[in-house]
């Protein structure tokens, strides 16, 4: 049976521009330039009800819902040329990863509910990315960007010849988002250039390597306006005509769409347990790309928990950018606000959990929404409180995860008081330890 695709389009949440879905390379919205990048394209879909086709692949069981289906049935494909094309491209990502896209474990974890004091109504569910593609979350964003490049090669829509003049894809980060971006365009043989800063870790940069990345080291410079000093060499390789291959919204919306899975498979899991329902979902936020997605993802389904963005003190620029929007009229719908709300955080950032040290959370609007939406609100984690999850994670559970993917347990540790004894509550375990 044919059915109406659930994507129609994409809208500015800034200027309100709209654009078709069936627009190829669509990555921002047509208003962002290199003077104003405070546009992001958002989603216009509706997703009801949420249903999971029970393939172990996310991409497959939730296929419809997603806005490459919609983008690619544009291009005539039919929906079993759809599915084929994702299952072709996971297997490629498996040759390289070891593992392709498989629906990663969600559950109760009756060690960790019963050492933070919740009884046998309530307690904490972990979801466990460390054994995704390229050991966290940041692989199913970069995915949808994907198979959008792949669906237009395929049709023969793509503006060079050959795979062999295929520009480079370009992507700014210094850890798991490079790393799920480097494995994914080896599987498909795509050059890609890695911006890192000048402190990248050598464990990221040997895993960089062995993947064929070309990693480009990126100092501060003196001419640089505040922000990313890495954000700013990718923009120029950008404008030089690579393909932004990132997990910032708004350099390249289609990262917004394949990172609901992680929100979807949680929400399908939450429908079918027996008794109350989950009220709150932990979030650890640095781009912020995660949060929006895994709230909007999870938003779909029947229910909406409270959404809590985690951030650490060492640089809590969505805190910020929530109480602004909060009293200059209202935290939904604030990216005209853009720049009243969100800047580059001032302190050079610091914390154990450095995944999550970006200065700007680039998709604040996506994250203030959800939070809004569902009557959440950011939590600031101390240090101290990110040093105790990461040491409670690896004391009682048996999950290899890192300080980054622990730090919204940090989140939870900070508001425990607020939380009752029987509410069921959410943390994603999002990233691999990596020595
Ligand atoms: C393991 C892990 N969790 C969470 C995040 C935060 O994701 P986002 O930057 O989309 O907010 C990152 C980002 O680097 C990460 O590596
Ligand atoms: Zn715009």
Sequence with gaps: MQQAPVVTGWRCAVCATPVAISEVFSWRCPNSSESDRHHVLELENAIAPLRSSGDANPFVAFQRYLAWDAFAATLSLDFEARTKIIRDLDDAVSVI??????????????????????????????????????????????????????????????????????????????????????????????????????????????????????????????????????????????????????????????????????????????????????????????????????????????TKPKLHAVQTQGCAPLARAFEIAQSTGGARNAGARWSQCMWPWETTPVSLADGILDDETYDWIGGCNAMADSGGYPVVATEQQVLESYALAHRVTNIDVSPTGSAGLAGLLAIREEVADDERVIVIFSGVRRQ
């Design 97 to 302: 990863a070891g593992t392709g896209f498989r629906t990663t474990p969600f559950a109760r974890h009756d060690g960790l509910s019963d050492e933070l004091g919740f009884n046998q109504q309530g307690g904490v569910w972990i979801k466990d990315e460390t054994h995704n593609v390229a050991g966290s979350q940041k692989a199913r964003h970069l995915f949808t960007e994907l198979l959008h490049l792949i669906t237009v090669e395929i049709v023969g829509r793509a503006p060079w010849e050959s795979p062999t003049q295929r520009p480079a894809l370009a992507i700014a980060s210094c850890g798991n988002a490079a790393i799920a971006a480097s494995t994914l365009a080896r599987a498909v043989n795509w050059p890609i250039q890695v911006f890192v800063p000048h402190y990248a870790d050598e464990a990221t940069l040997k895993i960089l390597n062995s993947l064929d990345a070309n990693v480009v080291r990126c100092p501060r410079v003196a001419t640089d306006p505040a922000g990313d000093p890495c954000v700013f060499r990718f923009r120029e390789a950008i404008d030089q005509g690579c393909i932004p291959f990132g997990v910032q919204g708004p350099e390249n919306a289609w990262c917004l769409d394949g990172g609901r899975t992680i929100g979807w498979e949680m929400a399908v899991v939450a429908e079918d347990l027996p008794g109350s329902l989950i009220s709150r979902m932990f979030v650890q936020a640095g781009g912020g790309a995660f949060a929006a997605c895994a709230a909007s993802g999870f938003f779909a389904g029947a």
